[in-house]
Structures are given as C-alpha cells and as structure tokens.
C-alpha cells in the first residue's frame, strides 16, 4: 500500500518561503511522475508542478518562477521549495505519486500566508 506524507506547511508572512516535502512509503517515486497540487477553501483542486521519471519538470502559470519542484529518490522524497509567497498561496497543499486511476494522494499540509 502507498502512502504518501507530507510536511513543511506552516504560517508564513508574505514574501517568505517554504519548502514543502513529501515522503513516499509502499512505492518508489524514481519510477512514478510526482506532481504538487493545491486547494483554497471553496476553489478546485489546482496542479503546481511535475516532475517526471526522467526529471522533467513543468509547472502553473500561477507558480512559475516562485516554485521549484525536485526530487531525492534516495530519500524516495519530493519536495517543492516556494518563494515569494503571497496570500493568495494560502491553500492545503497534496502531492500525488503516478496518474489516472493508478495514482495515490497525500493527506495534505496547510500553507497559510498572512501578515
């Protein structure tokens, strides 16, 4: 069984960083595409970042430049460093190991930033 946790949320001020990570259990993630996601209270579910099996990465629109996605498959970890943070980056954060039906979820880990 896969189990996917995840750390590093907190209350930041704006501007501030964090570096969010998420530990993978039951499953390698060097053979898996990872992906961050987020969601606001009353929003949808929101893609960040990926990173794929060869270490390819892509990323949102809305993210893009702030937020770096990475990956230790020794740790069998990925994290997600963001910077610049702003209020409108307050949501509970999920990473996700594979696709599709296949795929597994964390339990999330609030990131709250306010002043």
């Known amino acids: 069984q896969v189990q996917l946790v995840e750390s590093g949320g907190g209350l930041v001020q704006p501007g501030g960083s964090l570096r969010l990570s998420c530990v993978a259990s039951?499953?390698?993630?060097?053979?898996?595409?990872m992906t961050w996601y987020r969601q606001a209270p009353g929003e949808q579910r929101e893609l960040l970042a990926v990173?794929?099996?060869?270490?390819?990465?892509d990323y949102a629109d809305s993210v893009k430049g702030r937020f770096t996605i990475s990956r230790d498959n020794g740790k069998n970890t990925v994290y997600l460093q963001m910077n610049s943070l702003s209020p409108e980056d307050t949501a509970v954060y999920y990473c996700?190991?594979?696709?599709?039906?296949?795929?597994?979820w964390g339990q999330g880990t609030q990131v709250t930033v306010s002043s």
């Open positions: 996700k190991r594979g696709q599709g039906l296949a795929a597994s």
């Open positions: 039951g499953a390698d993630i060097d053979i898996a595409t």
């Open positions: 990173i794929t099996i060869n270490g390819l990465t």
